[in-house]
């Protein structure tokens, strides 16, 4: 076995343990835009390495590949096997729109009410009042 075949298996299963939070995340989203080249480069690397008698290389870069599809396939936004952001009718989303908008209002307020306490100086403190309502 030559030493490059065990590095590049190790880099392929150090890939695959660091993708798995995100296949056991059953809140993540990840595009096929990311996923799907992730699979076919893995995919292409395990044949390569195949034909190049690298075997251990082939077999890691097959199982990264393999992660990748499992990540397209449960993870894509659109994906009908990803049920944690199913929305059903338009008042469903309807309300959830209104519940973002008024999540970003009162987030964006706070952030308004911190930037201008911050503005005030020790110096002028006593003679600026700022309201925050």
Request: proline share 4%; glycine share 6%.
């Amino acid at each position: 076995m030559m030493w490059q075949d065990l590095i590049f298996m190790i880099g392929s299963s150090l890939s695959i343990v660091f993708l798995a939070p995100t296949l056991r995340d059953t809140d993540a989203q990840v595009p096929l835009a990311t996923s799907a080249p992730s699979m076919m480069i893995g995919g292409v690397y395990a044949f390569t390495f195949a034909t190049l008698g690298m075997t251990f290389s082939a077999v890691g870069a097959f199982a990264a590949c393999l992660m990748w599809t499992l990540i397209g396939f449960f993870r894509a936004p659109r994906s009908p096997y990803n049920r944690s952001h199913a929305v059903g009718d338009l008042r469903e989303r309807f309300e959830l729109f209104c519940n973002d908008a008024r999540y970003w209002v009162e987030r964006k307020r706070r952030q308004d009410t911190v930037s201008l306490e911050s503005y005030v100086s020790a110096d002028t403190a006593s003679s600026v009042t700022v309201h925050a309502d």
